[in-house]
């Protein structure tokens, strides 16, 4: 069985901050540990989530998988690692994210 490292980058870290930062101090306690837990798994068998459609001008597949049914985290799998790009609120409006 293999496992992957999983780095999270900047971006997706400032995308959660952004996601719980409007929630009560309990909520985002949850929220930020629903969310890194759900990051973390992804550890093992990382192809399990459905291919994102991205631009095609991004060079590698993107993946997505969703978190408490309302965030998307989006990643790749790069080797024996999974890079986790970003971590959207699925009622935004995101293409332009992207």
Not at 1 to 21: L, R, T
Not at 70 to 91: C, F, P, W
């Given at each position: 069985m293999n496992e992957y490292s999983v780095i999270i980058s900047n971006k997706a870290h400032s995308d959660i901050a952004e996601c719980v930062g409007r929630a009560?101090?309990?909520?985002?306690?949850?929220?930020?540990?629903?969310?890194y837990t759900s990051l973390a798994s992804l550890d093992l068998f990382p192809e399990r989530n459905p291919i994102f459609n991205?631009?095609?001008?991004?060079?590698?597949?993107?993946?997505?998988?969703?978190?408490?049914?309302?965030?998307i985290?989006?990643?790749?799998?790069?080797?024996?690692?999974?890079?986790?790009?970003?971590?959207l609120d699925s009622r935004r409006k995101f293409g332009h994210l992207l």
């Amino acid at each position: 069985m293999n496992e992957y490292s999983v780095i999270i980058s900047n971006k997706a870290h400032s995308d959660i901050a952004e996601c719980v930062g409007r929630a009560s101090k309990e909520a985002a306690i949850k929220l930020t540990n629903d969310i890194y837990t759900s990051l973390a798994s992804l550890d093992l068998f990382p192809e399990r989530n459905p291919i994102f459609n991205a631009p095609k001008s991004f060079p590698y597949t993107i993946r997505k998988q969703i978190i408490n049914d309302r965030y998307i985290a989006l990643y790749t799998i790069e080797n024996q690692k999974i890079v986790i790009y970003r971590v959207l609120d699925s009622r935004r409006k995101f293409g332009h994210l992207l």
